[in-house]
């Protein structure tokens, strides 16, 4: 057990729809990542924040967002949703930046 | 080219083997480098965490890095089935709390034969 936790595990949607995903970091950690997976694609990272400040983004595509609230939890939003937004999203939370643990995930799956 | 290629196998080896797992790299910047073990529909454990070049172990794990060829590796000395699963290596050219964030390869998927 990481220390990350993810909610939901599993979400089924439909096409068009919006979605909220939800990640509480390791206590004490202040960086929050989020990670996509797909087959094709493999792990991808998305966003960072730090200490309720965006950080970084990666291949963050316009129709997601994300915040990190001041008790340090984090939520990605995805809306608009396509078919190929079907995949498993990971949070990961760090101290050092370089060293981070991940979460069990959340499988979306868009229908 | 990717910025780090892994070859994602599958790779079958009987129990007790030795595995020796790779990943290439092309960016320089790279400075930190990481070995995840991923059972599936799991999220990714971390099994190794080195800085720069050089070797370092933990148990039935070593791990290596060889800056200069841009070349790291992950050795599992008596591998055992439950070690059957997929190793993601994972890089990243910045430290601190501020960034950080990882480059993955795709994923060697091993299994260990009884």
């Known amino acids: 057990d990481s220390g990350v936790t993810q909610t939901p595990k599993h979400l089924i949607t439909a096409t068009g729809q919006r979605v909220t995903l939800r990640c509480s970091p390791r206590s004490g950690d202040l960086s929050v990542y989020w990670y996509q997976q797909s087959l094709d694609q493999g792990l991808q990272f998305l966003i960072q924040?730090?200490?309720?400040?965006?950080?970084a983004k990666g291949n963050i595509l316009e129709r997601f967002s994300a915040q990190q609230f001041p008790d340090l939890h984090s939520e990605l939003n995805l809306s608009s949703l396509e078919l190929g937004d079907s995949a498993l999203y990971f949070c990961?939370?760090?101290?050092?930046?370089?060293?981070?643990?991940f979460g069990p995930g959340t499988r979306l799956t868009v229908t | 080219q990717k910025e780090v290629e892994q070859d994602p196998g599958p790779l079958s080896v009987p129990e007790g083997a030795i595995v020796s797992l790779n990943c290439t790299y092309s960016?320089?910047?790279?400075?930190?480098f990481m070995w995840y073990r991923q059972y599936s529909r799991k999220g990714p454990e971390l099994l190794m965490y080195?800085?720069?070049?050089g070797n370092k172990e933990d148990g039935r794990f070593t791990a290596q890095v060889d800056k200069s060829s841009k070349y790291i590796s992950l050795f599992i000395r008596d591998s055992q089935p439950s070690d059957s699963a997929t190793y993601l290596c994972?890089?990243?050219?910045?430290?601190?709390?501020?960034?950080?964030?990882?480059?993955f390869g795709k994923g060697t998927k091993l299994s260990v034969k009884p």
């Open positions: 080195t800085y720069s070049s």
């Open positions: 990961a939370s760090s101290v050092t930046g370089s060293e981070q643990y």
């Open positions: 924040y730090y200490n309720g400040e965006e950080r």
């Open positions: 994972a890089m990243s050219s910045n430290y601190g709390g501020s960034q950080g964030n990882l480059i």
């Open positions: 960016n320089s910047a790279f400075q930190y």
